[in-house]
């Protein structure tokens, strides 16, 4: 995968400090995803790797605080003053906080990630009191507010200069499916912490309730709910295949991997069906591989 040590340098990351926060974050989010890691470590530039490493852990730091245990009360004010911190942070350039000094390195090597922070800070707090989606549209905006101004803190880092016309829109196609994927996907443990993200329209259409859900009901309803949410994952996911065509050449095989690997989620999930309502399901160590190793063959197309 190459040195750390030389990612941190061709990143201009100087000071025992600072390189010692990045390195705290590369452990993060190696933790956190390692397959979307090794795809970042094998596929992107030295100077873009720790600068994305840095935007997932603060976005992953974030997410944490939001769903943590506590009440809402509690978790409302963890966050309140979360997102004080990082605005002191972004207006001072300063930070005691090993999450937020990465932040601000990335920020200064990427300008426009400042404003991407402060969009996704303002839409996190539908969050903390997520009861579910009544409708399609509800979903949607949950996807407008939330979801893609967290995708675009990475976004923003690999498209450096600009964002070009249509970027954000393959961006949000992206998002879209990745999102929809995830709460298919993770069905089982969304239930068995009370929450249901599958909108209540979109269960009455096929004619499944929330106790068909968690009573792990097989039944020709829940087979077709499931199928056809993760057909129209597929499908955005799809569209997003022009994301990777506006980025800088040397991003591009990264680009294609992180689409490749929601695409590869979403089939083996679709094989898997109502035993979604089990557990997740996850692509085989070897797709993965192979996908990562058709990428590096790829790089700088």
């Known amino acids: 995968m190459g040195s750390w040590d030389a990612a941190l340098d061709a990143a201009g990351i100087r000071g025992e400090r600072l390189r010692a926060d990045f390195t705290r974050q590369r452990r993060v989010v190696a933790r956190y995803r390692f397959p979307q890691y090794a795809a970042v470590r094998l596929l992107l530039p030295r100077p873009a790797v720790p600068h ?96 893609l101004p967290a995708f675009m803190l990475l976004a923003c880092v690999l498209a450096p200069e600009s964002e070009p016309a249509g970027y954000r829109d393959a961006c949000r196609a992206f998002i879209d499916g990745s999102q929809r994927l995830d709460f298919v996907n993770d069905l089982a443990d969304d239930l068995r912490a009370g929450r249901l993200t599958i909108p209540r329209d979109v269960l009455d259409r096929h004619g499944v309730t929330r106790e068909d859900l968690t009573a792990r009901r097989e039944t020709p309803g829940v087979r077709e709910l499931i199928a056809r949410q993760l057909d129209a994952a597929r499908t955005s996911l799809g569209a997003a295949h022009a994301l990777a065509g506006h980025l800088p050449a040397g991003h591009r095989a990264f680009g294609r991997a992180l689409i490749g690997m929601e695409e590869a989620t979403a089939d083996t999930a679709r094989a898997k069906g109502a035993g979604l309502l089990t557990s997740s399901a996850r692509p085989t160590i070897p797709t993965a591989v192979r996908l990562l190793v058709r990428e590096y063959r790829k790089r700088g197309q």
């Open 52 to 147: 994305l490493l840095a935007a997932t852990a603060f976005m992953h730091h974030t997410d944490n605080l939001l769903d943590g245990d506590g009440s809402l009360r509690e978790r409302s004010a963890a966050y309140e003053r979360w997102a004080g911190q990082t605005r002191e942070a972004l207006a001072t350039s300063h930070s005691d906080h090993d999450v937020l000094r990465p932040l601000l390195h990335a920020c200064a090597a990427r300008p426009r990630l400042a404003r991407h922070v402060e969009a996704f800070l303002h839409g996190a707090a539908v969050e903390l009191d997520f009861a579910g989606f009544g409708t399609e549209a509800d979903y949607q905006r949950y996807v407008d507010v939330y979801s």
